[in-house]
């Protein structure tokens, strides 16, 4: 069972990315992640897309940033601050449950609406609100999943050492869960870098490089969204060369990031 | 002035939602000696011994009445912080809980979170307690190891000289040989009967001929409440209720 259910997962991964590759491939370029898009770009002609992959950087190292500022807090205190009150933590959970399973098009368009009434243009900052607003559910959550585990016994014994409740949050139970967290950022990160419909109507779009936080920013998802939707042949495999390129930016961080947790790994303690 | 380390509980009164778990307890524990804290399973030993260092504050629903007197203090009512009392109290839980970090680490954290950055104070401490705990020769040469890579027993160790380091006046164990091996089980109780002079120490547990080892003063409870108290010698030798007789006898565990 269990080697199935494995075998099903790398199965599936080896599908997608081998027909990413298969696709994409024959139109990955040097041009193509050095480049901004030249005149003509969607019909065909030469550039590339590194205004998408600098807006993407931006926006989604910029969201998971301000989200794990808000949320390593937040999950936190409910772990440690609120063990007593055990059905305030239950109703959290509820609520950030129901929060995650919201479709970022709905954080899209109240990101939108919120423009419209502070009368704030399509812009990078817009954009990296939106897209923090939805992955802060995503952050607590995952992190409490990994938070709620640490032992009573832990707990008492820090308390005993002479801990206040802050030291054991982050001295303790940041430590104990490290690699847990860092998978909760993880996975933030990719929600953000990977969502289209969060950044379409708040991001904006641009051919050029982005030059400040006001300015609307290219986004990968929506640059793969607008190559596809080209009809010249070239385009749509660039498309699947941008997806590529996407990929290829969540594998190198997973990687650096499991590099970094390692460490912290060898110090848990496994009860 | 009245010595430290002596511990003293009037009319104590617990609840967890409408259930009573403790019942009117009223007891003594002397200064410098081995306080057994024997009963049968779910009487309410590890209860008691959580209320001597308000680790009870984690309980959801829960109602306390009567005092704990320590020193001069009530430790129920008291308005000093309750992180400085628990630091005169050093704990041993029922299964070892290392903190997530190095052996180093597990021993310093206590002296660093109260104040202690010096690099060599720190070293003469991890030293000399890992030494009190008869650890260091085992783990000398891999301090920055993780503690996780301990034995169970070595932990259980580990965690007394990480409680030790903080200079506390009282032990409270519970259980502390539970999750050991034998020999470790040993190593243990002979630590508590080393350490006893400089030390209160409070050891839960239910196994009759663990108590009567280390003893030197017995609180034997029952379904909450506390059925006899004194001396081990007379508590063992002639004990004066009946219940306490039967269990002496192993009528029930
Ligand atoms: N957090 C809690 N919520 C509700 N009831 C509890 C809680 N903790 C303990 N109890 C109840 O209190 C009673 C005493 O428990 P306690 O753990 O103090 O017993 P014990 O004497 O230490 O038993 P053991 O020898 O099995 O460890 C039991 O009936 C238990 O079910
Ligand atoms: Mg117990």
Request: charged share 20%; net charge positive; with cysteine.
């Amino acid at each position: 069972m269990m080697v199935f259910a494995t075998l099903t997962i790398i199965l599936v991964l080896l599908l997608i990315i081998a027909s990413i590759i298969y696709k994409g491939l024959p139109a990955l370029s040097w041009d193509m992640i050095s480049q901004t898009p030249k005149g003509g770009y969607y019909f065909g002609k030469g550039g590339g897309i590194l205004n998408a992959i600098i807006g993407s950087v931006y926006l989604s190292f910029g969201a998971t940033f301000l989200a794990l500022i808000v949320g390593l807090p937040v999950a936190l205190y409910m772990n440690v601050f609120l063990v007593k009150h055990k059905k305030t933590v239950h109703a959290l959970r509820f609520i950030l449950d129901i929060l995650w399973g919201i479709p970022s098009i709905v954080y899209g368009a109240l990101g939108f609406i919120f423009m419209i009434w502070l009368g704030l243009k399509t812009s990078l900052l817009a954009g990296i609100i939106t897209v923090t607003i939805l992955i802060i559910p995503i952050m607590i959550r995952s992190m409490d999943e990994a938070l709620k585990f640490v032992p009573r016994g832990l707990f008492e014994s820090a308390l005993s050492l002479g801990s206040t409740r802050s030291e054991i949050s982050f001295k303790v139970f940041l430590r104990q869960c490290i690699p847990g967290i860092i998978t909760a950022i993880l996975l933030s990160f990719g929600r953000a870098i990977g969502d289209a419909a969060a950044v379409l109507f708040t991001t904006g779009y641009t051919d050029n490089i982005q030059g400040s936080l006001s300015h609307p920013a290219a986004t990968l998802p929506l640059a793969i969204f607008f190559q596809l939707g080209s009809p010249v042949p070239e385009v749509k495999e660039r498309a699947y060369a941008s997806a590529m390129v996407l990929i290829m930016i969540i594998l190198i961080i997973s990687i650096a990031a499991r590099i970094f947790s390692q460490k912290y790994y060898k110090d848990k303690i496994k009860f | 002035m009245e010595p430290s380390g002596k511990i003293k509980i009037q009319n104590l009164n617990l609840f967890i939602g409408k259930q009573q778990i403790l019942k009117n307890i009223n007891a003594e524990i002397p200064e410098n000696k081995i306080t057994v804290i024997l009963g049968p399973s779910g009487c309410g030993k590890t209860t008691l011994l959580k209320t001597l260092n308000r680790l009870t504050d984690l309980y959801e629903n829960i109602k306390i009445s009567g005092t704990v007197e320590m020193g001069n203090e009530d430790i129920l009512h008291t308005k000093t912080d309750i992180t400085k009392i628990r630091r005169k109290m050093g704990l041993v839980s029922q299964r070892p809980y290392p903190l997530p970090m190095s052996i180093y680490g597990n021993i310093a954290y206590g002296l660093k979170i109260s104040g202690h950055t010096k690099k060599q104070f720190l070293d003469e401490k991890v030293e000399y307690y890992l030494k009190v705990t008869h650890l260091w020769e085992e783990v000398k040469d891999r301090l920055k190891q993780p503690a996780s890579a301990l034995s169970v027993g070595q932990q259980q160790r580990l965690c007394l000289a990480r409680g030790l380091a903080v200079d506390p006046e009282i032990i409270l164990a519970d259980e502390p040989a539970s999750a050991l091996d034998p020999v470790s089980s040993m190593a243990i109780e002979e630590l508590f009967t080393e350490l006893k002079s400089w030390y209160t120490i409070v050891v839960v547990t239910h196994i009759l001929r663990q108590a009567k080892r280390i003893a030197d003063h017995v609180i034997f409870m029952y379904l909450g409440e506390v059925i006899e108290q004194g001396p081990a010698g007379e508590f063992f030798e002639n004990p004066k209720m009946e219940k306490t007789k039967a269990y002496i006898k192993g009528a029930f565990n």
